[in-house]
């Protein structure tokens, strides 16, 4: 019988459980603080700084805010599927945290911990699979709240994401061609010791953040919420806490995308320019040290989105569908007839 | 009763009540999201039988994709109960007919098997990706390139039109 599992395994995977997604939480939360700090700084202000030290209580201020406002229900909206969308939003941001490596074993108690939920060997099948599923959050509430302007966002979102899923996924099957293996856990070991992969695939990887950014839904490609034309866009009728849970998907959304670039990409929890191997009796020390290295990572990621933001504006619908299916579709063929040309003429 | 069973039994009970509430809903865009419930059972299923890759293409391909575009063709006409035409009694009389020796002919199908394997675990893999990649690369060669050019004509079809402003 596979599915009998002892039951201090069961405690274990549910204690990573709750600190993985506390974890995600509390980095989204900063991470808002993070975005009006930095766009402060890159448009010469100041940014948010009266909540506390440098204004460090300010996302504490801003949930409190969302959990007092009135929490509106339209009148005409079907209200199961209104209330569906932003819990769906929230349920696919967190569920991709689950396949990410975040770091080597621990050992604890006797036993050897892997520093990730589950291992399986259709890792980046199940981030892709649940990337697909995260548009339907926002379809839902859109749909659901019967406007004309939420509507249009939803149906943005819905061609926007399917078109750019093409070329991510042929991106990947490039970088499935190099590494030979499905599974995160893997990838990642196989980049220890420097062998980074954004070395082998630089313009994959091009390929891959652009569409990240597209389905992130983050500027220059959020049209579904473009405030010039559509009010709020998919969120126009959200209000109090369902309209906080529609933005702080957004920020995991870009948290988990930061992790699963940097563990396909940048060697995940590997340390640059250290000899893991030869540090072995380091023990626990050296996982916490990885885990700190991976997390450095995600954050130059996050903050990467955050400049494009401030400093890119945003496309027009046309161009986005041409920017996805003329340039980046072809570019990614093109990728992965070079990654296999290159695999057959130098061998793995 | 072991695990396996009990969730076999769970995912049966969902896929078969998400399929009939699928029927049963007034609203169209209800009837999708009560499909999309059920290609999560019939996922679950292929995970029983330790056919994760099965499982989590089920997903990406029906879930994924196809499934949003329903949705967005539903959402875009705004199809609903009262907008839909009402369909006269010659027609629905057709319809019954025809769906009820549709179901006689799959009644008489499932009689006829003799030997019956409710759940078959974990034994096979069958469905793991290794395997799966090496019956399509040697078996089902040829298939398998068709509808690759199929598909590959199909996404370059997409681009041409788009082309053509």
Known sequence: ?348 | MGITTISFILLSLMAVGSGIMMILSKNPVNSILWLIVLFFAISGHYILLNAQFLAIVNIIVYAGAIMVLFLFVVMLMNLNAESEPAKNHRLQLIAIISGGSLLLILLSAIMTVKEAHPVMVAAGNAGLIKTLGKVLFTDYVLPFEISSVLFLSAMVGAVVIGKKD
């Open chain 1, 1 to 348: 019988m596979f599915l009998s599992i002892e039951l201090a395994t069961i405690i274990e995977k549910l204690i990573l459980i709750v600190i993985v997604v506390m974890g995600s939480l509390v980095v989204a939360m900063y991470t808002t603080f993070a975005e009006r700090k930095v766009a402060g700084w890159l448009q010469d202000r100041p940014g948010p700084n009266r909540a506390g030290p440098f204004g460090m209580f300010q996302p504490l201020a801003d949930g409190l805010k969302l959990f007092f406002k009135e929490e509106i229900i339209p009148n005409f909206s079907s209200k199961a599927l209104f209330v569906m969308g932003p819990a769906l939003a929230m349920m696919t941001a967190i569920m991709t945290s689950a396949v990410i490596p975040w770091g080597d074993k621990v050992h604890l108690f006797d036993r050897d911990i892997s520093l990730q939920i589950a291992d399986i060997n259709i890792g980046i099948l199940y981030v892709f699979g649940v990337v697909s599923l995260g548009v339907y959050g926002i379809m839902i509430g859109a749909w659901a709240s019967n406007n004309k302007y939420s509507l249009m966002g939803g149906l943005r979102a819905a061609s926007q994401i399917i078109s750019y899923e093409l070329a991510m996924g042929i991106s990947i099957i490039a970088l499935l061609m190099f590494t030979g293996t499905l599974s995160l856990k893997e990838m990642v070991l196989q980049q220890q010791a420097g062998h980074w992969n954004i070395i082998y695939q630089p313009l994959g990887f091009l390929i891959f953040i652009i569409c990240a950014f597209a389905e992130c839904n983050r500027t220059p490609f959020d049209l579904a919420e473009a405030e010039s034309e559509l009010i709020g866009g998919y969120h126009t009728e959200y209000s109090s806490m369902k309209l906080g849970f529609y933005l702080f998907a957004e920020y995991i959304n870009m948290f988990i995308s930061s992790a699963v670039m940097a563990s396909l990409y940048f060697g995940g929890y590997d340390v640059p320019f250290f000899n893991e191997a030869a540090h072995a009796d380091m023990g626990n020390w050296l996982a916490l040290i990885g885990l700190g290295a991976f997390l450095i990572k995600i954050v130059i990621f996050i903050f990467i989105f955050m400049w494009v933001r401030w400093t890119v504006p945003r496309f027009r619908y046309d161009q986005l569908m041409h920017l996805g299916w003329r340039i980046l579709i072809p570019l990614a063929l093109f990728n992965m007839l070079a990654t296999g040309a290159a695999i057959l003429y130098f061998g793995k």
